[in-house]
């Protein structure tokens, strides 16, 4: 069972303004974590390109720290995923975080760094260049051009009409 708002904000204190967390309370004499002191630690998905995520334990249950702080500031479980909009997925703060769905997650991606020309949606198509974009699992040809700097512009303007604030080309 999840955590109620009411034990979360009882057992911890979040900043919205560091996004930090530091225990409130102090549990029994052999507790390793004292009040006023920072929770969380560092997890590694194994993902290739995946940074490491701060998480915290909370009775015996480990939630993402960035879907507590959604939980903290709103006092509502997120429906969806949580994204942090500079990328960085251990800046917790209130203003870089917003709620996302898949598909918004992956439109606010940077460029691999197995992309060959440097270019999200852009492929070398014999001496030009294609670009493609997925939407709502759906791959959409946006069509094929002479120049590399032509293709990543269709691109940028179709992923921000489809995106919207989460579009990065």
């Known amino acids: 069972m999840k955590i109620t708002h009411e034990r979360l904000c009882k057992l911890l204190h979040y900043d919205p303004e560091t996004g930090t967390w530091t225990r409130n309370i102090t ?3 052999c507790d390793r974590w004292k009040a006023g002191e920072a929770v969380g630690t560092l997890k590694y998905d194994g993902r290739p390109g995946s940074g490491p995520r701060r998480q915290i334990c909370i009775d015996d249950r480990y939630y993402r720290s960035s879907r507590l702080a959604f939980f ?3 006092g509502k479980w997120p429906k969806h995923k949580i994204n942090h909009i500079d990328l960085d997925a251990l800046n917790d703060q209130w ?3 917003r709620e996302a ?3 918004q997650i992956e439109a606010n991606k940077r460029v691999r760094k197995d992309n060959a020309l440097g270019v999200k949606g852009v492929r070398r198509k014999r001496k030009k260049f294609q670009t493609r974009i997925r939407v709502r699992g759906t ?3 946006l069509g094929v051009f002479q120049t590399k700097q032509e293709a990543r512009s269709k691109y940028g303007k179709a992923a921000k009409h ?4 989460f579009a990065r080309s």
């Open 95 to 97: 203003n870089n975080l």
């Open 101 to 103: 769905t898949q598909s």
């Open 72 to 74: 903290y500031m709103t």
């Open 162 to 165: 489809h995106f919207g604030e």
């Open 139 to 141: 791959e959409i040809s």
């Open 27 to 29: 549990r029994g004499r």
